[in-house]
């Protein structure tokens, strides 16, 4: 069983102090911005390098970014109440290489998820586009496009095209209209920003599980859960989550995942190199 012996012990540690403050710093600015017409989350947060918006420093700053109050308010309380511990165990360049690993590790997964969805919606979208029809199109956008949930203007679009086609019957007007709306939704998914730490996080709570496993944990203050068990149920849901894939849903939950992975695998490098330091 781990214990807890730090050589020093700080209630807020550096690295944490710091995440924190400029995590603040970045939501209380994007507030501001946003009433100038300006966004940093749209302009920091992480893009699908297929986007025009992507830039390679964008894996870096959308951790620092969060789109609701209770999003970093969340975040930084698990930073504070899980990293602290491991920060404390592990000094403040450990503990940031493990918070910058992890939160590049989870855009790495988003990407490459982000990749896959996007390369099958277009091969769909082909498919569709080779033997096109009024109810092939209603088909296509059932299965694919959450249209219900977009912007009224584009909902309305599908439906109006809808309508007409199996009114109209097939025409080529019909079928570039489709394609306008399908290649209008595609730019829409390649451009939607990621930001937060969220995936990080989920690496400090691997971390915690893997070594604190029996430390007990009150959730909602009451009940009591140990450590490895909690990592574990909240890696379950994370993956339900992500396959369910909810049209309405707009958590990366592969992310979150690809934090918990890679801080796994970075503990057990550490491990491997230097066990005493570890256990």
């Known amino acids: 069983m781990q214990e807890f012996r730090p050589s020093s012990f700080k209630l807020l540690p550096d690295v944490i102090k710091n995440i924190m403050i400029i995590s603040a710093l970045a939501f209380f600015a994007n507030i501001v ?20 918006k992507f830039h390679w420093w964008q894996y870096i700053t959308y951790m620092f970014l969060h789109g609701s109050f209770s999003h970093i308010f969340l975040n930084m309380f698990a930073f504070w109440m899980f990293g602290g511990i491991l920060e404390n165990l592990w000094g ?5 290489i493990y918070f910058l690993v992890t939160g590049l590790g989870a855009a790495l997964i988003h990407t490459l998820i982000g990749y896959y969805e996007l390369g099958s919606l277009q091969e769909k979208a082909q498919a569709f586009l080779n033997a096109p029809g009024a109810d092939a199109f209603a088909v296509f956008v059932r299965e694919n496009i959450p249209y219900q949930y977009l912007n009224p203007e584009y909902a309305s679009a599908v439906e109006s095209l809808k309508q007409a086609w199996y009114a109209h019957g097939d025409s080529n007007v019909m079928v570039e209209q489709a394609r306008q709306l399908i290649d209008e939704y595609i730019r829409f998914k ?16 691997m971390a915690f599980g893997i070594l604190f496993p029996n430390t007990l944990i009150y959730l909602y203050f009451f009940i009591p859960i140990k450590a490895k068990y909690l990592v574990i149920i909240l890696g379950g849901i994370e993956l339900y989550s992500a396959w369910q894939n909810n049209p309405t849903d707009n958590v990366a939950h592969f992310a979150h995942l690809g ?21």
């Open 33 to 52: 911005l946003e009433q100038m017409g300006f966004s940093l989350n749209e302009a920091a947060g992480l893009y699908l390098p297929a986007s025009e």
């Open 92 to 96: 403040p360049k450990r503990f940031l």
């Open 190 to 205: 390649t451009d939607i920003p990621t930001v937060g730490a969220s995936g990080a996080v989920y690496g400090v709570l």
């Open 259 to 279: 934090g918990m992975l890679f801080g796994y695998i970075l503990i057990r490098i550490w491990n491997k190199n230097n066990r005493s330091s570890m256990y």
